[in-house]
């Protein structure tokens, strides 16, 4: 590839070269700029040149690819990205008829969000040179070393023989490789933590798991305040959930682990007064023995190297917890309070694996509540388990650092069994945790070998349980909410099943709801298509979160629902429509495995095994849930086959539902502020994260309900809705999105404007511009609090 190839610019394409007359370049005169159309700068060339040189030893990445980079790097916040993703949808849709945004390459966003949310000092100085060798190393569609040196040594040169100023029409091909770029670089490095380490050589890549992000680019703590508040709330896992932020409080286990860093300084630097008596200075031996005793007493006796100042160690917890016979009942409880409150605490800075000794031992998950059910479910029969546990603990490959607990009953403790497997295994453990029906807990730690009691916490069970209870109920005093909004609902990446039928996406979401979105002629095209929002079928479906799912609507209209259960060979038929429920049990003769998925087809539900997509073996589910078993060759089974290749597809576009909100206000600037975000009122409705709040007006929150002194009030529902209802009649009630890195669709009973995603299919609502509905809702709804609500 040539100088003139690689820097090419083509039209409509998201960069171009431009020229800033008030900076004066000797060697760049015609062009010394790179420029967004409509967004902003990139860099000047001279400084992306310099970066430039850095990669041509390993060969040059894609120049496309390499600007991206260089924009998400050079950015403090991604909202700034998101403009230039918006630009880069419209184009792809404008000039090149090819769709919305490709599928494939919205990994190649996520990466260049997991690079701009890196942290400052990484992409300063020689650290942003390391940053790009780094993620640019082993990059798909580099050129040559040769290639690229030629490029980089001739620069000045080729920039003044070179006209760069032609626009070559735009090259899909191009288009698609930058991002391909991305794409793949965002499959080796999946998060911030990836990026980093690699750059430091922490760990090894292939060893890092891909984070799902939910969606949710809230921190730690709002997740765990989510998920901690959804615990108490759920019945299941109330005693569970109640008691950990008790355990917060009281527990006194180190939530951070360091390890000595050596920084010798040289000189008179590293002369101190601390440090171990074998570097003392020679010179302190010639002090008579009394002067010398009370130097020593004193701390004043002089060291030749000061004490190594500590650095913090990112380690990994293994908690395992004993499920057998002796630890059911409150004991259980306790443990699996006490494992999530170690896993989950704000201040830990930890990777960790719970797991639980049953039958065989289990890794679980404790993120949802749903994770956190199945957990405490899975139960031994065995009066102890301690050939589980020594198979576990002889096979566990730790790494330098990890400390090992052990979650078990006091009972359990004292077994001889149990002291015998602990006596062997004393050199791997690192806590072990015994708690009693009466809510005590032990904490013991093992020190090489040796164990200490280091602490003993007593829960007031009965009382706590109680307090929670009564406050659970006046949390429960909410605001009714609608089935239906005039805007559509956001889809959030986290949910149980999907199934595509026709123009629509049914999503069978965790908070037990069945939701659909029209996604038109999507599964036949390569890119998205007119992709909307959501709306509400049915709520508070009867389901358990686990096992396969099949979704189909029957001629009469009616909505099923199929679970199949491979644990427990079960199988349950939900009518959605008709509120009805059959179950029954899978036939003993039939080949049962985890990989079954039920497919509706013809007002029937088929279950197919095939795990290498051959020889299909069919039973049918009748209306009533009767299960006949039928030959392959009496029924055209290559029929049913295409329709379930058919069905596969592959849907993005999902948001990050900011459903987490404690505090609503007015701020000195007369905007909203909704939690730690202020929303932005300009030619966009938008979330800005801010870290200043200075509230003018603050609101009481009660329920789902936030209410001004004025009386005017905002309700949170949580499936991504804020409603607006001001005290002034004059003022109607309007309704917005509550996402986060997105943009906002408002509306209300009449009009509508924001992102035309949220708009309905059949719009019955007046569009009108976001300026407009500034002028009539948001501004007169701010204005009245202010005006009519008393001084905080």
């Not at 199945?374 to 790494?399: M, P, R």
């Not at 459903?659 to 909704?674: A, E, G, M, T």
Request: net charge negative; hydrophobic share 35%; aromatic share 12%.
């Amino acid at each position: 590839m040539n100088f003139r190839t690689y820097f090419q610019q083509y039209q409509n394409n998201f960069w171009e070269w431009e020229n800033d007359d008030s900076i004066e370049d000797q060697f760049f005169t015609t062009f010394n700029m790179i420029n967004i159309p409509n967004v902003g700068p990139i860099s000047y060339i001279a400084y992306a040149l310099e970066i430039l040189k850095t990669l041509s030893d390993n060969g040059l990445p894609p120049f496309g690819s390499f600007l991206l980079v260089l924009y998400a790097a050079s950015r403090e916040d991604f909202r700034k990205i998101d403009g230039l993703i918006y630009f880069i949808k419209s184009k792809c849709e404008k000039f090149n008829k090819i769709g919305n945004f490709p599928i494939e390459h919205e990994n190649a966003i996520l990466f260049l969000e997991n690079i701009n949310n890196l942290g400052k000092n990484l992409k300063k100085g020689q650290n942003k040179i390391l940053l790009f060798n780094t993620i640019f190393k082993d990059a798909h569609y580099k050129l040559s070393s040769s290639d690229s040196k030629n490029i980089i040594e001739n620069i000045h040169a080729n920039f003044s023989a070179f006209d760069l100023s032609f626009k070559n029409n735009f090259s899909k091909d191009v288009f698609s490789r930058d991002l391909k770029v991305l794409n793949l670089l965002h499959e080796k490095f999946p998060t911030e933590k990836a990026i980093s380490n690699a750059m430091f050589g922490y760990t090894e890549i292939e060893e890092i798991e891909e984070e799902i992000v939910e969606e949710e680019n809230s921190t730690d703590n709002e997740i765990d305040e989510d998920l901690l508040e959804n615990l108490i709330k759920e019945p299941e896992t109330f005693h569970i959930g109640s008691l950990i932020k008790r355990l917060w409080s009281g527990m006194k286990i180190p939530m951070h682990q360091y390890s000595p860093g050596n920084h010798p300084l040289g000189g008179i630097a590293d002369i101190t007064n601390k440090g171990s008596f074998d570097r003392m200075l020679l010179s302190e031996f010639a002090n008579d023995d009394d002067v010398f005793v009370s130097r020593v007493a004193n701390n004043e006796v002089l060291f030749i190297e000061r004490e190594i100042p500590p650095e913090e160690n990112i380690y990994e917890r293994i908690l395992i917890i004993d499920a057998s016979i002796k630890n059911w009942g409150t004991p259980k409880t306790l443990a699996f309070s006490t494992a999530i409150a170690i896993a989950k605490h704000p201040k830990a800075n930890t990777d960790y694996k719970i797991f639980v000794a049953a039958n065989e031992m289990k890794e679980v998950s404790l993120n949802t509540v749903e994770d956190v059910i199945e957990g405490a479910t899975k139960i031994s029969a065995q009066l102890h388990s301690t050939n589980v546990l020594n198979d576990f603990l002889e096979n566990l490959a730790i790494k330098k650092g990890a400390e090992v607990f052990l979650l078990l009953s006091e009972d359990a403790l004292k077994s001889a069994e149990m002291q015998r497997l602990i006596q062997e295994h004393r050199n791997i453990l690192s806590f072990v945790i015994s708690s009693n029906s009466e809510g005590i807990i032990n904490f013991h730690k093992y020190t090489k070998g040796t164990r200490k009691h280091i602490q003993k916490v007593m829960l007031p069970l009965e009382e706590l349980w109680k307090q929670k209870r009564e406050k659970k109920a006046n949390k429960e005093n909410k605001t009714g909410l609608p089935l239906i909004y005039p805007l559509l609902f956001p889809v959030k990446s986290d949910f149980i099943a999907e199934f595509l039928i026709d123009d629509y996406q049914y999503i069978l979401t965790k908070s037990k709801s069945l939701i659909r979105r029209f996604i038109n002629e999507m599964y036949n095209y390569d890119y998205d298509r007119d992709i909307k929002g959501a709306e509400v079928l049915f709520e508070k479906i009867s389901i358990k979160n686990r096992g396969n799912f099949g979704f189909g609507i029957h001629t009469n209209g009616d909505h099923y629902l199929i679970q199949y259960l491979y644990e427990q060979r079960k199988i349950y038929i939900l009518n959605l429509t008709l509120n009805q429920f059959y179950e029954t049990n899978i036939p003993k003769d039939f080949d049962a495995g985890s990989t079954l998925t039920p497919v509706f087809y013809e007002n029937k539900f088929y279950i197919y095994y095939s795990p290498k997509n051959e020889g299909l073996e069919i039973f049918i589910l009748e209306d009533k849930a009767q299960i006949i078993s039928v030959e392959t060759n009496n029924k055209d089974v290559n029929e049913i086959f295409d329709y379930i290749n058919n069905s596969d597809y592959i849907i993005t576009n999902y948001q990050n539902i900011l459903s987490n909100i404690n505090s609503i206000s007015v701020n000195i600037s007369k905007n909203l502020l909704i939690g730690k975000h202020e929303l932005s009122l300009q030619n966009y409705f938008y979330l800005d994260k801010i870290n200043d709040s200075n509230s003018l007006k603050n609101s009481v929150r009660e329920g789902n309900t936030f209410t001004f002194s004025e009386e005017s009030n905002i309700v949170l529902d949580k499936r991504g809705i804020l409603i607006f209802e001001s005290h002034n009649p004059e003022i109607p009630k309007f309704y917005i999105t509550s996402i986060v890195n997105g943009y906002l669709g408002v509306a209300s009973e009449t009009e509508i404007a924001g992102n035309p995603y949220y708009y309905p299919k059949e719009n019955t609502l007046e569009v009108i511009d976001n300026s407009e509905f500034i002028i009539k809702y948001f501004l007169p709804f701010i204005q009245n609090i202010i005006d009519y609500g008393t001084e905080d």
